[in-house]
């Protein structure tokens, strides 16, 4: 049974930093594609960051760039997401999500393409 279970959410006020984890079991962690995307309420689910099973290949939303890094850690069957410089727009509940198979940068930016999703954590950024 694969399982995604995020962790490291919480309320941080304006400029502040949260690390998020993502453990995963049930599948071969390290041939998988993972992805971080969030929804803030009212609003649909965006993409966020999404890094291959080669680290090297990782991507990020516009929005994010240069104040979020996704890195992973095969060994800990785990993905992260590095937020600092948080915004209270960043506000929103954040989920990692799955894949395997062949990384394609454009494909991985849309929440269809993975196959298994966590259950979320909150992210509350205070003004």
């Known amino acids: 049974q694969v399982q995604l279970v995020e962790s490291g959410g919480g309320l941080v006020q304006a400029g502040g930093s949260l690390r998020l984890s993502c453990a995963a079991s049930g599948i071969d962690f390290s041939r998988y594609i993972m992805g971080w995307f969030r929804q803030a309420p009212g609003k649909e689910r965006e993409f966020v960051a999404t890094?291959?099973?080669?680290?090297?290949?990782?991507a990020s939303a516009d929005s994010v760039k240069g104040r979020f890094t996704v890195s992973r850690e095969n060994a800990k069957n785990t993905v992260y997401l590095q937020m600092n410089s948080l915004k209270p727009e960043d506000t929103a509940v954040y989920y990692c999500?799955?894949?395997?198979?062949?990384?394609?940068?454009?494909?991985?930016?849309?929440?269809?393409?993975?196959?298994?999703w966590g259950q979320g954590t909150q992210v509350t950024v205070s003004s």
């Open positions: 890094i291959s099973f080669n680290p090297s290949n990782r």
């Open positions: 999500a799955a894949r395997s198979g062949v990384y394609n940068v454009i494909r991985a930016r849309r929440s269809s393409f993975y196959d298994y």
